[in-house]
Nanobody
Framework: QVRLVESGGGSVQAGGSLRLSCAAS????????MGWFRQGPGKERERVAT????????VYADSVKGRFTISQDNAQNAVSLQMNSLNPEDSAVYYC??????????????????WGQGTQVTVSS
């Protein structure tokens, strides 16, 4: 059974930093495309960053380039998202998602069937 477990998140003032982590289990296909998506109130879910656990360059939303870094943790199917220079527009529920790498690291949230429970990130001005 596929499972994605998230940790991290919370509240921080503008300019601060937070770190999110996600561990995936239950996959038998090996390499995954894992990523973080976020959804603010009244907004559509959007990709923040994705990465292949088998290597390859990460891809970021323009709004977070230079501030956020997605990386693979020591475990094979675990990734982290380091978020720096946070601003109130980054406030949202952040979700970890994954799919087998051979299916492609699709930028649309609609392409992912496996999701974490979501973690709230709140940035105050």
């Amino acid at each position: 059974q596929v499972r994605l477990v998230e940790s991290g998140g919370g509240s921080v003032q503008a300019g601060g930093s937070l770190r999110l982590s996600c561990a995936a289990s239950g996959y038998t296909d090996g390499t995954l495309c894992m990523g973080w998506f976020r959804q603010g109130p009244g907004k559509e879910r959007e990709r923040v960053a994705t990465i292949s656990t088998g290597g390859g360059n990460p891809v970021y939303a323009d709004s977070v380039k230079g501030r956020f870094t997605i990386s693979q943790d020591n475990a094979q199917n675990a990734v982290s998202l380091q978020m720096n220079s946070l601003n109130p527009e980054d406030s949202a529920v952040y979700y970890c998602a994954a799919r087998p790498r051979y299916q492609g690291c699709n930028p649309s949230y609609r392409a992912y069937n496996d999701w974490g429970q979501g973690t709230q990130v709140t940035v105050s001005s």
